[in-house]
Structures are given as structure tokens and as C-alpha cells.
């Protein structure tokens, strides 16, 4: 089984599919009205409960760098659900927000309604939360990551490449040194 997860705080898309890439299950773990380690632990123990044993593959979705708010919440829940996933032994991936959307869409740039409109014409699924159409496009992600030779789409291939091949960061720019003269 082939799992996408797209963590948050008030919604945590979840989905499933097969070995031939069918949709098996799809749903929104909704934690209200719990909050702080309460909230944190029902996810967890929902996932738990939600994963198949034969999982093998989980895609997450990355934390996006550029977020205002919560962002020590969300690292919270992204660090749960990574131990909840390595506790149980399943290969994780981790992708950023803007290769989740390139996969889907064919562009990095795309929008909530791009996700879900580009969802229902590729696979036929009408879905209308956005963490579902996330989760959904993160298994979709998950299963060609184990079946690379399945796409003919090159936005698809680019992104599966980059996570079987990331590419080295460079190495931080060297400190120019300062000469103190008094």
C-alpha cells in the first residue's frame, strides 16, 4: 500500500492506494475540539489506526518555509506523525509543497482550486477538501516513487527523479574576514 499524508493541525488528509494505484480509502482526521499534546495524540493514534500494515511507501508533505502562524504547532505534528511512520517501519518521503503541486498540476505555482480541478480531470476524483486533494496527490507520489516506469508525465517523472536523486546544496558561502583596527 502506497500512503499520502498532508499533516495540519485542524485537518490531516490521509490516502491509500494499491499496488495497481486504485484509490483504497480517503479521509480527513478532524482532532477538534482537542488541542496542544491531546491534539497531537489523536492524530497520531488516528494514522495509526488508518495505515495498512503492508504499507510501504509514505509521502509527507514538507514544511513550507515561507509560513506565518503556527509554524512551531506545525512542526510539532510533522515530527509525530515522522516517528509514528519510522516506529513503524515505513519508508517516508518527504515533499516539498511546491513539488506536490508540480506533480499534480504540472506547476509549481498552482493553486487550491488548480489541485482539485487538475485531481478530478487526471484521475477522475471529484474530492472537495483540500488536505484529502493534498494526501491523494502525496500516495499518488508515494506509488510511482516504487513505479517510476508507470508515467509518462514529465512534471511527474522530474518530481519522482529529485526525490530518488536530490540534488547536493551547495556549500554556504565562504565568511569574508574582518580586520579590527583600532
Not at 133 to 161: F, M, P, T
Request: charged share 25%.
Amino acid at each position: 500500500m502506497y500512503v499520502g499524508i498532508d499533516q495540519a493541525l485542524g485537518h490531516t488528509g490521509f490516502s491509500v492506494l494499491d499496488d495497481a494505484g486504485e484509490l483504497v480509502s480517503l479521509a480527513v482526521i478532524v482532532p477538534a475540539p482537542r488541542t496542544g499534546a491531546e491534539r497531537l495524540g489523536y492524530i497520531r493514534d488516528q494514522l495509526e489506526l488508518l495505515l495498512p500494515p503492508t504499507t510501504k511507501v509514505a509521502a509527507l508533505e514538507g514544511y513550507s518555509y515561507d509560513s506565518v502562524g503556527r509554524v512551531f504547532e506545525l512542526g510539532e505534528i510533522g515530527g509525530v506523525v515522522r516517528v509514528l511512520l519510522h516506529d513503524l517501519g515505513v519508508e517516508t518521503l518527504i515533499v516539498a509543497p511546491a513539488s506536490l503541486k508540480k506533480f499534480v498540476t504540472g506547476s509549481a505555482q498552482a493553486t487550491k482550486q488548480m489541485m482539485r480541478m487538475t485531481t478530478y480531470t487526471k484521475w477522475g476524483l471529484d474530492i472537495d477538501s483540500d488536505d484529502a486533494c493534498d494526501a491523494h496527490g502525496l500516495s499518488r507520489i508515494a506509488w510511482l516513487y516504487k513505479h517510476a516506469d508507470q508515467s509518462c508525465h514529465r512534471n511527474e517523472v522530474e518530481v519522482i527523479n529529485r526525490l530518488k536523486n536530490p540534488t547536493e546544496k551547495p556549500p554556504p558561502p565562504a565568511r569574508s574576514k574582518i580586520k579590527l583596527t583600532v
